[in-house]
Nanobody, 123 residues
Framework: QVQLVETGGGLVQAGDSLTLSCAAS????????VGWFRQAPGEDPVFVAT????????RYADSVKGRFTISRDNARNRVYLQMNSLKPEDTAVYYC????????????????WGQGTRVTVSS
């Protein structure tokens, strides 16, 4: 069973950068695709970015393309989300999720989820 823990959230100003980290333990992480999703208050979780098990395949939501970068370090069981040029609309709880298979923007394709880390962007 894979456990995921997100860190790196916080309160920043619009235009700032932030890097989220997702640490995995308890299972084989290197053969899993990992995605980031976010949930704003009162809304359903939405897809942000995902990366294949080997790190060669990535996909981003249109709203974050060019601003966010997902990467992974399988030796350290870590996946990162570098967020630049943050906007108030990026405010949400960010979750990392892992699952077998190819990169996907569907939450149901991910079996393991972390508890989330909150990102607040002030204007």
């Amino acid at each position: 069973q894979v456990q995921l823990v997100e860190t790196g959230g916080g309160l920043v100003q619009a235009g700032d950068s932030l890097t989220l980290s997702c640490a995995a333990s308890g299972g084989t992480f290197s053969n899993l695709a990992v995605g980031w999703f976010r949930q704003a208050p009162g809304e359903d979780p939405v897809f942000v970015a995902t990366i294949s098990w080997g790190g060669t395949g990535t996909r981003y939501a249109d709203s974050v393309k060019g601003r966010f970068t997902i990467s992974r370090d399988n030796a350290r069981n870590r996946v990162y989300l570098q967020m630049n040029s943050l906007k108030p609309e990026d405010t949400a709880v960010y979750y990392c999720a892992a699952g077998p298979g190819i990169v996907s923007d569907r939450s149901l394709d991910y079996n393991y989820w972390g508890q989330g880390t909150r990102v607040t962007v002030s204007s």
